[in-house]
């Protein structure tokens, strides 16, 4: 990995958020996205992922961690809380 990678991103990383930013503009919640852009595109995720447990959305780690991430801190399945919130918001 080199210096340019840790400071702005490898390829893959790019890739990755190009990826949620498509799904994203589907109305498509990933459990890759950040927890910060899912709240700012879906304020309703908001409330539901604080009455799953995710009392800290609003903390600035939400604004670097993905839902997955923050799923595994909280122990919870990203997978189940993913599924659980497209359904909630009609996606």
Same mark, same amino acid.
């Given at each position: 990995?080199?210096?340019?990678? *840790? ?5 893959e ?15 498509? *919640? ?5 927890? @910060? ?6 304020p ?6 604080m ?7 609003f ?13 595994? *801190?909280? @122990? ?13 918001? @009609?996606?």
């Amino acid at each position: 990995m080199s210096i340019k990678d *840790v400071l702005f991103g490898s390829e893959e990383e790019k890739a990755a958020d190009e990826a949620a930013a498509e799904k994203a503009k589907n109305g498509t *919640v990933s459990k890759d996205m950040l927890v @910060g852009q899912i709240i700012m595109e879906h304020p309703a995720a908001a409330d539901f992922l604080m009455s799953c447990g995710m009392g800290c959305i609003f903390c600035p780690s939400a604004q670097m961690e993905s839902l997955e991430q923050a799923a595994m *801190v909280h @122990g919870l399945d990203a997978d189940d809380i993913c599924d659980a919130l497209n359904e909630t918001l @009609g996606g």
